[in-house]
């Protein structure tokens, strides 16, 4: 292969791809800094850590399918089309959820799946190999449709949702 096309391979498949993944536990924990109400704080913080343990079962369940990471560049990386396109309209309809489940005070529930979401897919991207090509089109998918839903719909962009949502209902 190419020695340019190592490095894109590389910077793709282990910096591009990992970052929605790593996205979806940060922007967990940060709702739980936006959510001002005691009560609220409390929901969001026990969900994003019932979202890790929720993580460890999952792994334990596959553990088994557990293989070393390799940093090795590969020729043939592909992408599930179809795990994008379903990736592409969860990502588009995500933020009207939200907005949903942030009026009903679920705070708590949306950070329990934001974390068990990012770090299951982080840790299945990098140590179980088999599904790849369906977890590199479903991020990708998602990262595209929630960015071009807040393209058409600014106002329901996560931040502005949580800031008007979380922290004026819940003073």
Not at 53 to 64: A, P
Not at 79 to 85: L, T
Request: charged residues 10%; proline residues 4%; hydrophobic residues 55%.
């Amino acid at each position: 292969m190419n020695e340019y096309l190592q490095y894109l391979n590389f910077a793709f498949c282990w910096i591009i791809v990992p970052i929605p993944m790593l996205a979806l536990i940060v922007l967990g924990r940060k709702m739980v800094g936006l959510a001002k109400a005691p009560n609220l704080k409390i929901s969001a913080n026990a969900g994003w850590w019932a979202g890790l343990v929720l993580f460890v079962f999952i792994i334990i369940y596959h553990f088994d399918a557990i293989t070393l990471p390799s940093m090795e560049m590969r020729s043939n990386l592909s992408v599930s089309i179809p795990g994008g396109v379903v990736g592409g309209i969860l990502g588009f309809i995500v933020p009207w959820l939200l907005k949903i489940l942030i009026q009903k005070r679920t705070i708590g529930i949306i950070s329990m799946l934001l974390s068990a979401a990012g770090a299951t897919s982080l840790f299945s991207y990098i140590f179980i190999r088999n599904l790849n090509n369906v977890l590199i089109g479903g991020v990708l998918g998602i990262a595209f449709g929630t960015l071009l839903h807040v393209v058409i719909f600014p106002e329901n962009s996560y931040e502005s949702l949580l800031e008007a949502q979380v922290i004026d209902k819940g003073k």
